[in-house]
């Protein structure tokens, strides 16, 4: 009777030559444990060191979940930035900050190059590029353009306390920038009868895929830290066959309040293999930057 079925059955003893054999066995057996245990072990610490690996990962990644809605500002120029896990971002804040001093001061008369003429100018500026819009869209400036404006879902990245979008009668008009909450406080919001301020970064706009009939960014891409990001979010919030309305200064030059210089090149890298497609695509001498060389502005069809 085999031995195996002597272990299973405890009423049977072992034939004293069966006993023998189990026991060379059972040496036979340490010994081949003995020999394997650096190479066991060695493998149990590659496991240990992996799953240690897996773990920072998976809080990595939860991590970067966290982080990728972005910073926003809550309250007036004595406010901060705060990211999503609500703690404080004293980066962003500093950023903001200097975006926001800009702005109360641009808008008392300060700005360094318009002074009191600031904010005719500006005004003139965002009724011009709808204008160019009809143009582009070959629609009559007057009526035209505001019979197709009142069909249109739009929302502005990026538009500061006077945005575009501001300049025209929308169905429904959404200006989505970090500083809302700020421009709204300190009283520097404009224009923005029937428009609905969302205090958001353009990396995580807080809105539904497929909302959007007109996407509208005005020198915005260079202000953000992660621009594939939002022409991703731009894109997945236009409806299909939506519009992106862009205009971008062309620059080396970078700084904590403009982190991603563009050039023509890396802005076709950042919108063609997202799926875009031009419909309209120039620059010329000019920009809103002193440090730029051109502005280019583009009509983009998702």
């Given at each position: 009777m085999p031995a195996v079925d002597h272990i299973a059955n405890n009423n049977h003893a072992p034939h004293p030559h069966e006993q023998a054999d189990s026991g060379l066995r059972g040496l036979l057996k340490s010994a081949i444990r003995r020999a394997l245990r650096p190479a066991v072990?060695?493998?149990?610490?590659e496991v240990?060191?992996?799953?240690g690996s897996v773990a920072e990962l998976r809080q990595a990644?939860?991590?970067?979940?966290?982080r990728t809605g972005g910073a926003v500002w809550r309250g007036g120029f004595d406010g901060a930035a705060f990211g999503p896990d609500g703690n404080l971002d004293q980066v962003a804040t500093a950023k903001y900050r200097d975006e926001l001093s800009y702005w109360i001061a641009a808008i008392g008369g300060r700005d360094p190059g318009l002074g009191d003429r600031f904010i005719v100018?500006?005004?003139?500026w965002q009724r011009t590029r709808l204008n160019e819009l009809a143009d582009r869209l070959k629609l009559n400036r007057g009526s035209a353009m505001d019979d197709w404006c009142r069909l249109q879902d739009v929302v502005e990245i990026g538009g500061g306390p006077i945005p575009c979008c501001g300049f025209r009668s929308f169905r429904t008009a959404l200006a989505v920038d970090p500083l809302a909450d700020g421009y709204v406080t300190a009283g520097l919001a404009q224009r923005t009868a029937g428009v609905t301020h969302i205090?958001?970064?353009?990396?995580a706009i807080p809105l539904t895929s497929a909302s959007a009939d007109l996407v509208i960014s005005?020198?915005?891409?260079?202000?953000?830290?992660d621009p594939s990001r939002v022409i991703a979010e731009i894109h997945r919030i236009l409806k299909p066959g939506g519009l992106l309305w862009l205009l971008v200064d062309l620059m080396d030059y970078t700084d904590h309040m403009h982190p991603s210089p563009m050039s023509e090149s890396r802005l076709d890298n950042l919108v063609l293999p997202r799926g875009f497609t031009y419909e309209y695509k120039?620059?010329?001498?000019?920009?809103?930057?002193?440090?730029?060389k051109k502005q280019l502005r583009a009509l983009l069809r998702r």
């Open positions: 072990w060695d493998l149990q610490q240990t060191r992996l799953e990644v939860q991590l970067a979940a966290i100018t500006f005004h003139t205090a958001a970064c353009g990396e005005e020198n915005c891409l260079d202000h953000t830290d120039d620059s010329w001498e000019g920009a809103s930057h002193p440090m730029a």
